[in-house]
Each structure stands twice: as structure tokens, then as C-alpha cells.
């Protein structure tokens, strides 16, 4: 960042000595007309300021793919069977394709360690307008030409409720969601953790133990910085992390990671991958204040052309962070975050209304843990500013029900903490 400071001092308009300099390197490598990695092809393409041919560049990507998608292994011995998760959008394209050739190709090891079961796609119908008809048979398509069996979700089925089945349907139950919430970025934060929810409870009825997602650097870096201004910067390393376990026994991995958005697109372009371009809450918004993720996005993208490393900082710094052990952690009810130890012991005991049984004398069951839980008590800090926002009413009735476990687990522990030992004793 110190460039830039030189750069404000120069007020009379003139070219530093250093930059020109700097400049005229930048040209010489661009009109270099051999590639600097096989040296013997025609140069035709930039890949982090060197000048190299197509296959060069092909093969830079495949490499970095791969140390990626290594490092999303938790057990080295064992094949694992993946579903990709697939928005429709370049990078997810991408990871498919990128994935299919590695596994396919004999040279290297990826058959050997993965395998791919299935893409899930999550239909967003609803949120944002109905996908045509077009758009399904495009999706479906992809994942036909590589001979994947293919599951799209509704979004809707978040609602699902067997308990308690009710006559509204999926669709105004969305409506009623989003008409709920008072801003985009509560929208765009729920609908976020919610589709991944879906992802991962989808990934777990049908068998699977890891979910590969598309995330490039560029996304990742917003996601990174937006997460911290929503106050939910005690979760990074849990939400960007390659060995996520925020969803219990299934994974998710991000092995494109690497590669920032114009790199997938060169690729997309030079392999012909097509994307389906599906719209999001922020298309076609004209309001650079749409929400927090749209300005991070923004002010992302802006030092990311002034300062090229700026995206793989940000990245590089992340991946040290590690969430602390918790003992008997709790999870939050809407978006299934760590709890910090504070929040859940402050709510231990809790204002939840008991139901039906008391624990007078000769009660005898164990309906004293029937509680209908304040699902504010047990939220983490970030779906606190959403519960703020919008009424506990229109929230999916998982988030209650998650609510109500919570509760009672706080509360059967508070009944026994005088009996449980300290660590010490
Ligand atoms: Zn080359
Ligand atoms: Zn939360």
C-alpha cells in the first residue's frame, strides 16, 4: 500500500522516475513475444505479469487447481466421492470442467483421490425471478455433456416442514422473507447462509461428505472483508476456510480459490465453456450503496487494478486465522456459526416459555425439555443485526426448531453443571 503514498505526493501530474520505469517493463513484458515458461511458442496471453502461450497457461492452471483442491483432503487414504455445487456462473463452470479433465486425465493422481457424484444446483426462483425453462435445460445440459447426474433444489424447500405442513406455499413463504427484511444486505446475508445450509443438508441426504464450490479469489476476498463489516469476523475462518466444519460431517472445499475472476474467464473462453448467467438481487443495480457485499465488491475490485496483489493478500492473511476450541460448542440457529462461549452461557437457563410441564412433584416425565426457545438468545452476532431487522415469524422453521434444541441443551446443562467436572478437578 505504501505505492499509493507516492503516488498522492505527486501533485504536479508527473510520472515518478520508479513508475515509468515500472510502466515500461510492464510493455516490454506484454510485446515479449516468446513464453517465458516453455520458451519455444508464440506468447499470447498475461498470467501474473509474464507473458505466456496458451498451453502454459493452461497448465499453470491445472497446477494451482490441483495443490487446491489437495489441500481441501481431510483423509489422505480414502477416495472421496464430491458434489459440486454449481451456481451457473463462470467460475462453478469452471471448477466442472477443470475437475472432469483431472480426474479423467491418467497422468495424475486426482482419479485416484476423487471422484465426482453429482452437481447441485440451488433454483433461486423466488428470490430473485423464475428461472426459465431455457435456463433449467442450460443447467441441466452442463451437467449432462460430462455424464454427472445432476439435482436442482428449490430454494423454497428451506420451508419444508413435515411437522407442521401449512397451506401458504413455498413461493409467498420467500416473498414473505424477503418483504421482511428492511435492507439488501440482510437479504443477500440470508439468502447466503441459507443456500449453503440447503447445499450441505442436500450433500448429507444423499451420501455425500464434501461439497466442492467455485468461490474464486476475487469472490472470496469480498466475502472475506464483507463478512467482517456484517459483524460476523469471528466466523471467517469458518465461512472461507478449506476445511470447513461449520456443517458437522460435510465439507466444503473451495479448490478455486486460486484464480482471480478475469483468469477464469480467459480459461472459460479459450475451452469455450459457456455459463449460465442467472440474475442476483445486485444485477442490474445502478446504486454502487445497493448493500455491503455490492460496495466490498466494488472497492475490491478498484485496488485490485491499481494493486495486482491485493485479492491474494487478503487471502494469504485469511488462511491463517483458525476458529478457538470450544467445548460443547453451539451452533446459531439461523446460520449454524460457532456461538461464542459468552453468548450461549448468558442465555444458559434462558427466557424461552416452557410449554406444557413444570417439574412439579410427581412429574415424572421428560417434558420439562419441551421449550419453545427466543431464537434471538441463540444467534450469533451477525443474525443478531438480522433478527433486529425482521420478525422471527417469516424465518424458515428450521431456525426455531434449532432455537428450541439449543435451549434445551443449555438448559439440561445448567440442571447438571454443579455435577460435571472441571478440567482441573
Ligand atoms: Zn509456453
Ligand atoms: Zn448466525
Request: hydrophobic share 30%.
Amino acid at each position: 500500500m505504501s505505492e499509493g503514498g507516492k503516488f498522492e505526493d505527486n501533485s504536479c501530474g508527473e510520472v515518478p522516475p520508479e513508475e515509468a520505469r515500472r510502466q515500461a517493463d510492464r510493455l516490454k513484458k506484454k510485446i515479449s513475444d516468446i513464453c517465458v515458461k516453455c520458451r519455444t511458442e508464440k506468447s499470447t496471453l498475461l498470467f501474473r505479469k509474464e507473458s505466456i502461450c496458451w498451453p502454459c497457461y493452461e497448465d499453470q492452471i491445472i497446477r494451482k487447481f490441483k495443490t487446491q483442491l489437495n489441500a481441501t483432503r481431510k483423509n489422505k487414504s480414502q477416495l472421496e466421492k464430491v458434489l459440486i455445487a454449481f451456481s451457473g456462473g463462470p467460475s462453478s463452470r469452471a471448477l466442472i470442467h477443470i475437475l472432469n479433465e483431472c480426474i479423467l486425465g491418467r497422468s495424475n493422481q486426482a482419479s485416484a483421490f476423487f471422484e465426482i457424484g453429482g452437481i447441485i444446483h440451488i433454483d433461486e426462483s423466488g428470490v430473485t425471478k423464475p428461472e426459465t425453462a431455457e435456463e433449467k435445460e442450460k443447467l441441466a445440459q452442463v451437467a449432462a455433456s460430462y455424464n454427472i447426474p445432476y439435482h436442482s433444489v428449490p430454494f423454497g424447500s428451506i420451508f419444508n416442514d413435515s411437522e407442521n405442513p401449512t397451506q401458504e406455499t413455498n413461493r409467498e413463504k420467500i416473498e414473505k422473507l424477503m418483504q421482511g427484511c428492511t435492507t439488501n444486505t440482510t437479504r443477500e446475508d440470508i439468502i447466503f447462509h441459507m443456500r449453503n445450509l440447503l447445499i450441505a443438508n442436500t450433500a448429507r441426504t444423499l451420501g455425500y461428505e464434501k461439497v466442492l464450490f467455485g468461490t474464486s479469489a476475487s469472490r472470496m476476498a469480498t466475502t472475506l472483508i464483507s463478512l467482517v463489516c456484517k459483524g460476523r469476523g469471528y466466523n471467517v475462518a469458518q465461512e472461507i476456510g478449506n476445511n470447513d466444519t461449520k456443517y458437522g460431517d460435510v465439507q466444503f472445499g473451495y479448490p478455486m480459490r486460486d484464480f482471480l475472476g478475469k483468469e477464469v474467464s480467459v480459461y472459460n473462453h479459450h475451452k469455450h465453456l459457456e455459463d449460465v448467467f442467472l440474475p442476483s438481487l445486485d444485477t442490474k443495480t445502478s446504486d454502487p450503496k445497493f448493500s455491503i457485499d455490492h460496495l466490498t465488491e466494488s472497492f475490491i475490485e478498484g485496488l485490485q487494478v491499481d494493486f495486482s496483489h491485493t485479492v491474494h493478500t487478503l487471502l494469504r492473511s485469511s488462511v491463517k486465522l483458525t476458529m478457538p476450541k470450544i467445548d460443547q460448542p453451539m451452533t446459531c440457529s439461523i446460520c449454524a456459526a460457532s456461538l461464542l462461549p459468552s453468548t450461549t452461557s448468558q442465555s444458559i437457563g434462558g427466557e424461552g416459555k416452557e410449554d406444557s410441564c413444570c417439574g412439579e412433584n410427581g412429574c415424572g416425565g421428560e417434558e420439562w425439555l419441551v421449550v419453545v426457545a427466543n431464537i434471538s438468545d441463540y444467534v450469533c452476532g451477525g443474525c443478531h443485526r438480522v433478527m433486529n431487522e425482521i420478525s422471527p415469524q417469516v424465518l424458515p422453521p428450521y431456525v426455531q426448531h434449532n432455537a428450541d434444541r439449543n435451549g434445551r441443551s443449555s438448559r439440561l446443562r445448567s440442571q447438571i453443571e454443579d455435577y460435571l467436572l472441571d478440567d482441573g478437578e
